[in-house]
Structures are given as C-alpha cells and as structure tokens.
C-alpha cells in the first residue's frame, strides 16, 4: 500500500525536486504539451506564453452566496477590471447578463453547483434541571456539510456555447460528499477532452479540513491524476513549493477572504516565487478600496516582476490619483 503523509518514517524522506523544474518540450505550460492543438490554444489564451501565468478575476461567488459584498451589481464593479486580467471566472448566468460579447479575455465557467449558504439546521429538544427549576431547551445548529452536496449545473454543450477555455469544477476531498465531487470531476474531464476544453479542479477547503501543505499536496495530487488540467488551491506559508512541485500540472491559488492589500500582493508574490502559475483572485480585488488600482498592482507582481513593496506603492499611487 502507497505511503500516506503523516504516518512513521519508512526508508527515506520524501523528495519533492522543488529545484527541478518540470519540462513541457514543445509548448509554454507545465503538464500541457502533449494535448490536442486546441486544447493548448485555449490555455494559450487563459495563461500569458511570455512567462506562463495568468490572472484570473473569479467572481463566481453568486452561485452560493448570493449578492456577495462587492458583487452587488456585476455591471458596475467587474466591468471596469475586465481589461486588466488574462481570465474571467463566471457563472453562465453574468456571462449572458453582464459581461460584453466583444470581451476578448478567456473565459472560465463555473461548471458545478446545487448548494447555498443557507445550511439545513439540525435541531435538539429536551428538558434541564429538575423539580421547579426544570425547563425545557431547543438546540440548533447549521447542518453536516451541506455545501460539498455538489453536481454538476453546466453541460458540455452550454459550455461550447459560451466558448468557455476553461471549466471550473469544486472538489471536497475528505468531505461526505467527496467521492460525488470527484465523480463530478472526472466526468467533467470525459466531456470537456472530447472538444478541447480544459478542466479546472477547485480544492474547497470546509470547516473540519486543514489549511495545510499535507492537506493540499493530497488534493491537488489527486485532481491532477484523475485528469484536472489545471489546479485552483489557497496558498501555505510552509512547504507551498512542495505543493507545486508534486503536482504536475499548474497551480493557481486562490485569493480567500478579503485580506490587507499589501499581505495580499505578498502572497501572490510569494505563491508564484513558489511555483504557482498565477492566482485566480477575487474578494482582496473587487472588496478593495480602489479595485482598478490593486487590479494594476497584481498585474505588477504576476506579470511585470514588482515585488510586493513596489505593487504597493503603485497600488497607493494610482488610489491616490483617482481620488484627486
């Protein structure tokens, strides 16, 4: 049996070869070059062939929160950010609604859904106490992990129709329902390879899984062997090199929860340094205090090779000049 991360030293410690890079003769990206022509013309056009990174702007947040803080109205916050990203990430829904036709960045599809924040509630009577002072109680609390009860909610032809380079698809490794998201995934792969269309293998993170480099090693490992052509995970402060090394094709991470501006230029600063192939970023740039400005100032780090400091003070400088 395959050795688990976590259990008893056995013959040798693990080699990630984090100084090696993976070769991808013939072609830009790592893991791509032994796909069909189109297949790479569409990654050719979600990550940039100068340097093989990409920004992705992920406002897909609607499909279970709802009208998310900063996703009010699509049309007035999204819109002005289009022109500086390589890749929109979407629900068909704003696509049809909002987004121009005339837009000529690559589109990413969110592909599964069938779930909302609003969690069943579990629910608990009884009596305390005894004689006089007895009451009775009612106890209730969210439901078990309603959010990984996941399918998929786009099909290949809708997605062909929208002319999506990229579907986007959520994975709950360790979750109760991990082995449907899986499922989801792998069927996903099956559709979208017959037309060329690459598939992106979410790790959604629940309350009782780890935010760790063991956790993610596992999650993206498994995505990337059962077909995902493109892996989405958060960012570690340990080890995250072991992450990008081991998996064998790109890694984007995720922005996560709204963040200072500079903590968060650092992390995509230190995430590509770490081997990930861009960030597919959201909240820390439309919840920002100027989103244009900190959408030119992670454009900075991910394709100019500012580092943190000087995208921040881009960041201050073009926030300054819009509020004169």
């Known amino acids: 049996m395959a050795d688990i991360d976590g259990t008893k030293q056995e013959k040798k410690d693990k080699e990630y070869f984090t100084h090696v890079p993976q070769e991808a003769p013939g072609f830009f990206l ?3 070059h032994q796909y069909d022509w189109g297949m790479k013309n569409r990654l050719s056009k979600v990550f940039n062939p100068k340097n093989g990174r990409t920004i992705m702007l992920a406002f897909d947040h609607g499909y279970f929160q709802g ?3 900063g996703l009010e109205r699509v049309d007035q916050t999204i819109l002005p950010l289009e022109p500086y990203c390589d890749c929109l ?3 068909r829904g704003i696509q049809r609604s909002v987004i121009p036709a005339s837009t000529q960045k690559a589109i990413a599809l969110r592909a599964s859904g069938g779930t909302s924040m609003v969690s069943p509630m579990e629910e608990w009577e009884g009596e305390v106490g005894e004689g006089e002072s ?3 109680f009612k106890l209730q609390r969210p439901g078990f992990e309603p959010l990984s009860n996941e399918s998929l909610a786009c099909s290949i032809e809708e997605a062909i129709r929208l002319n999506a380079s990229v579907l986007a698809v959520q994975v709950f490794i360790g979750s109760a329902y991990e082995r449907q998201s899986l499922k989801n995934l792998t069927d996903l792969v099956d559709h979208a390879n017959r037309y060329g269309i690459a598939v992106m293998g979410v790790v959604a993170v629940g309350r009782a899984m780890a935010r760790n480099a063991q956790y993610f090693r596992l999650a993206t490992r498994i995505m990337a062997e059962l077909g995902a052509h493109i892996v989405k995970c958060y960012h570690t402060d ?3 090199e072991t992450i990008t090394s081991c998996c064998p094709v790109p890694i984007v991470i995720a922005g996560g ?5 500079l903590d968060a230029l650092k992390m995509a600063y230190d995430a590509c340094e770490q081997g990930a192939s861009g960030v597919d970023m959201g909240r820390n740039i439309f919840q920002s205090d100027a989103p244009v400005a900190m959408m030119k100032a992670v454009r900075g780090v991910v394709h100019e090779g500012l580092k943190p400091g000087e995208a921040f003070q881009l960041y201050q400088d073009l926030k300054a ?4």
């Open 257 to 261: 929860k709204k963040r200072p501006e």
């Open 89 to 91: 990430m979407l629900t």
């Open 321 to 324: 000049g819009a509020a004169s």
């Open 134 to 136: 007895k009451r009775a």
């Open 238 to 240: 340990e080890d995250f």
């Open 67 to 69: 009208p998310t803080t």
């Open 30 to 32: 790592k893991g791509s």
